[in-house]
C-alpha cells in the first residue's frame, strides 16, 4: 500500500536515562492478561466469563498483595444505582477538602470488576479522597452500560460536590471511558469536571489495530501490550468486539477519536511513555483536546511501557502520578504548596 514503510528488524537497548528500578523491571516478564489465543468465540458466554474470572483472579491476588501498602481505607457501597468504592487516605491533604476525585479502572473494557488499586494509589499519594466506578462488565452487559455508570456517578457527585470541586481520571480503558464520560455529560448539557487524568488511553475500538497509529506497530514487542494486540485481527471477534457488541466502532462515545472536540472539553493531563503501544493514541487525543481550547500537557516517559505509572515502586511512576496530581489540583483551584 502507498504510503506503507516496512522497518527492518532492530535491537532496542535499555535507555541509560531511566532508574534502575525502571530497567529491571523492563527486564521481568510481561503479565499474560487477555492473551488472545484463549478467547473464546464472541457467542460462548460462558466461555467469556470463565475467561475474565481467571484473569480477574490475577489481578485481584495482584491487587490484595499491594493495598496493604497504602495508607487508605475502602468502602464499598453503592451510587445512584452504581456499585462504586470510596477509598479515603488515612491522612487527608487539607489542600483537597471539599474536593473529590473521580476514577474508572483498566482493564481492556472487559476485566477489573471490582478493582480500587489505581484509585487508592492515586489516594495514598495525594492524601485526596477518591471514589471509584465498579462498572458493568461483558460479556453480561456490553457497550454502552460502562458509560452508563460512570455517568450515573458522575451525576451523582454534580449534585453532591459540584463541577468545579470534581476530576475524573483513568488508565487505559479507564482513560477511555474517562474522555466518553466527559463527551456524553457535554453532550448532555451537564457542566464538566474541573480537570481530567487521561492516561494511556485507547482512542480507537476496532480490532483492527493499526488505527491507533504508528505506535500501536512500531512499539509492538516492545510493550507489555504487545501479546494483547499483536498482528490485525478481524473486527468480528475478540475482547473489543465482546465489549463493542452491535454499536459501530466508529461510535463517538466508543471510539472517541470521532467525536467531534469543538464545542469543548476540559482541562486534561494526558500520559504514556515511548514504549507504550497507546503512545500515538494518547497523542492524537491530546491534539484534539488541544484544537478545542482547553488547557492539556501531554507528559511522555522516556521508555515507559502501558500503564507504568501503576507501579509506584518506579521513580517514574511516582514522578507522574504527582504531576497529575499537581494538574488536578490547579485545575480544581487548589493553590500550589
Not at 5 to 31: D, G, N, T
Not at 37 to 51: F, H, I, N
Not at 54 to 80: C, F, G, H, K, Y
Request: aromatic share 6%.
Amino acid at each position: 500500500m502507498v504510503g506503507e514503510v516496512e522497518v527492518r528488524a532492530k535491537r532496542v537497548p535499555l535507555s541509560p536515562f531511566i532508574s534502575e528500578e525502571a530497567r529491571q523491571a523492563l527486564m521481568a516478564p510481561a503479565l499474560e492478561l487477555l492473551d488472545r489465543d484463549s478467547q473464546p468465540a464472541l457467542d460462548d458466554v460462558e466461555g467469556w466469563r470463565d475467561y475474565i474470572r481467571r484473569d480477574n483472579a490475577v489481578m485481584q491476588a495482584i491487587e490484595q498483595q499491594a493495598l496493604p501498602m497504602l495508607d487508605v481505607s475502602i468502602e464499598r457501597t453503592s451510587l445512584n444505582g452504581v456499585r462504586v468504592a470510596r477509598i479515603r487516605p488515612h491522612t487527608p491533604s487539607p489542600a483537597f477538602a471539599g474536593k473529590m476525585l473521580m476514577n474508572i479502572h483498566g482493564g481492556g473494557f472487559i476485566l477489573g470488576e471490582g478493582s480500587v488499586f489505581e484509585a487508592a494509589v492515586v489516594a495514598h499519594l495525594g492524601g485526596v479522597e477518591v471514589l471509584a466506578v465498579d462498572y458493568r462488565v461483558p460479556p453480561d452487559h456490553r457497550y454502552p452500560a460502562s458509560l452508563e455508570d460512570s455517568l450515573a456517578v458522575y451525576q451523582a457527585l454534580l449534585a453532591s460536590h459540584g463541577a468545579g470541586n470534581i476530576a475524573v481520571f483513568g488508565t487505559s480503558a479507564g482513560g477511555t471511558l474517562t474522555v466518553t464520560t466527559i463527551l456524553k455529560a457535554r453532550d448532555l448539557g451537564l457542566p464538566l469536571p474541573a480537570a481530567a487524568g487521561i492516561c494511556t488511553p485507547l482512542m480507537e475500538l476496532s480490532d483492527r489495530w493499526g488505527y491507533a497509529g504508528d505506535t500501536a506497530v512500531t512499539n509492538d514487542g516492545l510493550d507489555v501490550l504487545s501479546g494483547v494486540f499483536a498482528g490485525e485481527e478481524a473486527s468480528d471477534r475478540g475482547f473489543l468486539a465482546l465489549f463493542r457488541g452491535a454499536a459501530s466502532p466508529t461510535d463517538p462515545l466508543l471510539s472517541p477519536i470521532y467525536a467531534d472536540f469543538s464545542t469543548g472539553f476540559c482541562p486534561s493531563f494526558l500520559l504514556s511513555g515511548t514504549r507504550d503501544m497507546l503512545l500515538s493514541s494518547t497523542v492524537l487525543i491530546h491534539r484534539a483536546i488541544h484544537r478545542a481550547g482547553a488547557p492539556t500537557e501531554l507528559h511522555v516517559f522516556e521508555s515507559m511501557q502501558h500503564g507504568f505509572h501503576l507501579n509506584i515502586q518506579l521513580p517514574e511512576a511516582r514522578e507522574a502520578l504527582h504531576d497529575m496530581l499537581r494538574f488536578l489540583k490547579r485545575h480544581l483551584g487548589i493553590a500550589a504548596e
